[in-house]
């Protein structure tokens, strides 16, 4: 659904109802970029918002929606859920006001899909350890059930994909990538490093275990077994997500990510350095008006 900025506009719970009912006709998106790894997952955040922004500005200007949008019979829960399921409505209205989503966001540590981070985290742990790429034989990768569809399979792509893409959300590629160079940043997905054939040999040798203990998806994990040439095996395990709740970032990764961010995005030095002050007292800011100095 699109993402109502109700706090920014003060609207009135007249003007709430008809701006949810509004966006319901402006719904984000779907997962289907992971049939052909195309790049259209990057226009759902952006799209919500602005979508939620001009569904909050119409209903403040006599625009109605239906007020039945999420329970109504062609509401958002029927038509994404089966009929026949009772809804329970709890999950929407529990702690409304006081349970705020927002501190349990999760910021990334790598430049892929959420459900590869634990993975890389276990790669890039091995790098460190000194295990040598070449010297694998074969890694099984133990995984939930639900994330083979999207990660895993058909599993002759994710060793080889076709795009910089569909590589973001290949674990096997991601995995190679990070154990090869110690990172999986925005170097690690161009035209040039997707193809390299260090890194395809080594996601060619990696494979997946589904896991019935995995808690998918009320936790994303990662554990890698390696077998390397000698006979001597490797484990290694992420239990939660990096970055998120369980394990929150240091400042100074955070502060890498973003730096890492503003040189992709071509920002200057000196923009980007202001911005980053900035952003340390945007909480004790009255308003968000500063952020206009920014605009490039």
């Not at 799209?47 to 569904?55: D, M, P, Y």
């Not at 500005?57 to 958002?76: C, I, K, M, S, Y």
């Not at 276990?122 to 990660?151: F, M, N, S, W």
Request: hydrophobic share 40%; aromatic share 10%.
């Amino acid at each position: 659904m699109a993402s109502l900025p109700k706090v920014l506009l003060d609207a009135s719970l007249s003007a709430s109802a008809n701006a949810l009912g509004i966006a319901g006709s402006m719904a984000s998106g779907i997962i289907e970029y992971l049939a052909e790894g195309t790049s259209t997952k990057r226009l759902h955040p952006g799209w919500a918002a602005q979508s939620g922004l001009k569904a909050a500005l119409l209903a403040q200007n006599g625009f109605d929606g239906p007020r039945t949008v999420f329970e109504g019979q062609h509401g958002f829960f029927f038509g994404f859920a089966d009929h026949a399921f009772t809804p329970d409505f709890g999950h929407l209205t529990d702690g409304l006001g006081e349970d705020w989503r927002m501190a349990g966001l999760a910021f990334k540590s790598y430049a892929c899909g959420t459900m590869c981070q634990p993975f890389v985290d276990c790669a890039v742990r091995l790098a460190a350890d000194g295990v040598d790429p070449d010297q694998v034989t074969d890694i099984v990768c133990k995984v939930g059930e639900g994330t083979v569809h999207r990660l895993w399979e058909p599993l002759a792509e994710k060793q080889k994909p076709t795009t910089r893409y569909s590589a973001k959300f290949s674990v096997p590629y991601c995995i190679a990538a990070g154990l090869i160079d110690g990172a999986a940043g925005f170097e690690q997905f161009t035209e040039s490093r997707i193809a390299d054939p260090t890194i395809l040999r080594l996601a060619a040798k990696i494979s997946y275990q589904i896991d019935p203990a995995n808690e998918y998806p009320a936790n994303y994990s990662g554990h890698l077994t390696v077998t390397m040439a000698d006979g001597s095996v490797h484990e290694v395990d992420q239990p939660h997500l990096r970055g998120g709740a369980k394990e929150p970032l240091e400042n100074q990764e955070l502060r890498a990510k973003y730096r890492a961010n503003a040189a992709v995005g071509d920002i200057p030095d000196d923009l980007a350095n202001a911005l980053e002050r900035w952003c340390e007292t945007a909480f004790e800011a009255p308003d968000m008006a500063g952020l206009a100095q920014f605009r490039i």
